[in-house]
DNA sequence: ATCGGCAATGTGTCCGTTCACATTCGCGAA
DNA sequence: TTCGCGAATGTGAACGGACACATTGCCGAT
């Protein structure tokens, strides 16, 4: 039946211009246009100009699913979050997105309910239903890397923020340096009885900035306060400080985040004490808003954006076989600001 | 060639399973295994058995893009965003992403580069690609859906945030009471001289915002001045707070978030002032943080999560012909906290 | 014993591409 | 003129499923 014999009130169901639609129209074999569309080489330049000219005018776009059915490839990247929506994540999911647009790549992301094996199996099954090229995981836990060990994955994978997890091609800011550029800086300020709020024991970034800490604690022979292990909150930070500051034997904090940092922030002011004045505070991170705590945090900046740009043009490299990639760490900077002061 | 056959050092390229390797395994066809697949009726529960046996022992995953060619069906749902990581988007997005997975959808985003006619057609090209079977859109700016207007969608699309924009199914928290309640607060206390700091004219949300703040403004009879247009961010929060504090022609502020409010208390402290004793501050959102602002930040909380998941509820229902659906409203909330006072 | 009818299962075709392998065309060299 | 040859283009398979439409087997009614 040909496209106007359609009988009357029966919807016409316009189906979307395939490659022969186009080729017809263009007068030449699909296969022609496929070599327009791939712009393999010998084509006329004429022929091509003709061929793109229909595929504008009929407004074709090549099916996807017919394209990935043969080539086996997606052209899509999966990203594994875990399942917080910290500023970090997020802010380097952005930047992914948007580096994967540019290459002409989809990023599908799914969300861990948890960090267990079950957990991340299922949702790698999950990515992989949709036949992704490659994977770029944001789930900075331990468990999370162990069940990856087991998982034995056969596309390219990259993480993010998970320092010097070996065997997988792992991308991040120095968290030990940042830790130690927070810690040497409350150091330098005379402070020597300083705590350590840490991220969750499971939190591969956690242990790094928990590691940079002691080390510059022992460089310097302090006296060494066991770290405490939070939850990354806001509200852990409040709570830990509230219990911490029944005896105060010590004059600063190092939080593992900005977050916990406020928390800290708010449960000096509850008791009657002030930042800097009576303990210093340094965060981590620097999230937006950090600037205009009160004080001001003194904290340490990382490039989650530029973490997050990395990571696909490491993915495509891989994917692509390009090289030229910039290898170069990313540096941590401690942004000083007015939470933390000279002991008095 | 049988598999066993290849030469000794060609790399044999195990072929996943397909749906005919499981048939011929169990001893059936694979229309039959289909049928297990898409549990259709008329399967003799032995046969199943034996089926899903197979696929479990080799591992057969049915290939989407083989599916998606044939039902032009990609189970995928796309999600569009505004450039901005914001709390609220963010956290609607993650409940999207869990709904979706447990109805087995996968989903897809991008982000916005801008907000205008160009960049959001390119972004739902993108999409577009992908046959995605439905839309998210949260970017609740007024010129991306006047774009959305003009581009003439055929699937599916529900809006987030975006009060009021009519013709489109449209999800969100009412902002307007939203506003109201928190303008109100601050008149219960007895404030007469309130100042709203709005969001970007652009934003529905910031436009609603400022509606429901000048409706309570004018119910109740009070001085009006003209809301300032800001931009979310603490940084504008903090600028434009040290200037009005020039003149101190006000008591309160009424901020259209928190970022914006934090950044005002840090103004008022700057100025040696204190809130709330000389200026009651209330913010929007109540993002984790707020409650640990010095001091706690009243607000208005909203439930970004549930927004998100009855996105996809909504999309599914569209999708699978579902109907049982929620149309409860989603009702902001005051949440008091220290940060507004009496007048003095 | 035959047949209708339904449950359970099988066969052929198509979806829209790409790939490997033809085929055509034109032009210069023999 | 004929041949060779490379550039430009065409043809016939897959790819892995789903759907429409057979086909088979079995049971009870006739």
Redesign the interface.
């Known amino acids: 039946m040909k496209p106007g014999t359609t009988r009357a009130m029966e919807p016409t169901k316009v189906r979307a211009p395939n490659i022969r639609d186009v080729a017809r129209l263009a007068g030449v074999s699909y296969q022609t246009v496929s070599r327009v569309l791939n712009n393999a080489a010998s084509i006329r330049p004429s022929t091509r100009q003709r061929v793109l000219e229909i595929i504008d005018q009929v407004g074709y776009?090549p099916?996807?699913?017919?394209r990935?059915?043969v080539t086996?490839k997606?052209r899509?990247i999966g990203v594994l979050?875990s399942?917080t929506?910290h500023?970090g994540p997020?802010?380097s999911?952005?930047a992914i997105?948007?580096a994967a647009?540019e290459a002409g790549y989809?990023?599908?992301?799914?969300?861990l309910?948890a960090s267990d094996y079950e957990s991340v199996a299922g949702?790698l099954e999950?990515?992989?239903?949709?036949?992704i090229e490659g994977l770029v995981v944001i789930a900075p836990q331990v468990r999370v890397f162990d069940a990856f060990k087991e998982l034995a994955l056969t596309i390219p994978l990259v993480t993010l923020d998970s320092t010097g997890t070996d065997a997988l091609r792992s991308l991040s800011v120095d968290q030990i340096l940042g830790a130690r550029l927070a810690t040497r800086h409350l150091i330098d300020l005379g402070h020597q009885e300083i705590l350590h709020i840490s991220g969750p024991q499971d939190w591969i970034e956690a242990e790094a900035r928990m590691r940079g800490f002691l080390q510059e604690i022992n460089a310097a022979d302090l006296p060494t306060h066991p770290p405490i292990l939070g939850d990354w909150?806001?509200?852990f930070?409040?709570h830990v400080g509230r219990e911490l500051l029944g005896s105060r034997d010590f004059t600063a904090v190092f939080a593992a985040n900005d977050?916990m940092a406020?928390?800290v922030?708010?449960a000096i002011?509850d008791a009657g004490l002030d930042v800097p004045r009576d303990v210093s505070v340094v965060g981590f991170d620097d999230i937006?808003?950090a600037?205009?705590?009160?004080p001001?945090l003194t904290t340490v900046r990382q490039d989650f954006a530029e973490l997050g740009r990395r990571s696909i043009a490491l993915l495509l490299g891989e994917l692509e076989g390009e090289t030229d990639l910039n290898h170069d760490s990313i540096l941590p900077e401690l942004v000083v600001r007015d939470s933390a002061g000279p002991i008095r």
């Open positions: 776009r099916n996807q699913a017919a990935a059915l086996s997606s899509t979050l399942q929506a500023y997020t802010t999911l952005r997105e948007d647009r989809l990023i599908t992301t799914t969300s309910s949702g999950h990515l992989m239903s949709q036949a909150t806001a509200e930070g409040y977050q406020l928390g922030f708010h002011r937006p808003e600037r205009h705590f009160w001001p």
